[in-house]
C-alpha cells in the first residue's frame, strides 16, 4: 500500500483521501452502533489517511515532485 500512494497524481490522491475519510466515518459509525467484524480496520484507515495527507504536504513543500 505505501508503494502505490507514491505512484498516484494529486487528484488521486485528493479522491483517495475523500473515500477513506467516508470510509472511517462508516466504520466508526458501524463501531458505536453494532458489532464489527474487522476492528482492525478503523486504525488502517486512520494509517492510511495519514499517509495520504503527509505526501501532499511533501508535494506542497517541494520535498518530494508528484507523479503526472
Given at each position: 500500500m ?15 483521501l475523500?473515500?477513506?475519510?467516508v470510509?472511517l ?12 467484524d474487522n476492528?482492525?480496520k478503523i486504525q488502517?484507515?486512520k ?6 495527507l ?6 506542497q513543500m ?7
Amino acid at each position: 500500500m505505501k508503494g502505490k500512494l507514491e505512484e498516484l497524481t494529486i487528484e488521486e490522491l485528493n479522491t483517495s483521501l475523500v473515500d477513506s475519510k467516508v470510509e472511517l466515518r462508516k466504520q466508526r459509525f458501524k463501531a458505536v452502533t453494532s458489532k464489527v467484524d474487522n476492528p482492525k480496520k478503523i486504525q488502517s484507515l486512520k494509517k492510511h489517511i495519514a499517509r495520504i495527507l503527509t505526501l501532499k504536504k511533501e508535494y506542497q513543500m517541494d520535498i518530494r515532485k508528484p507523479r503526472g
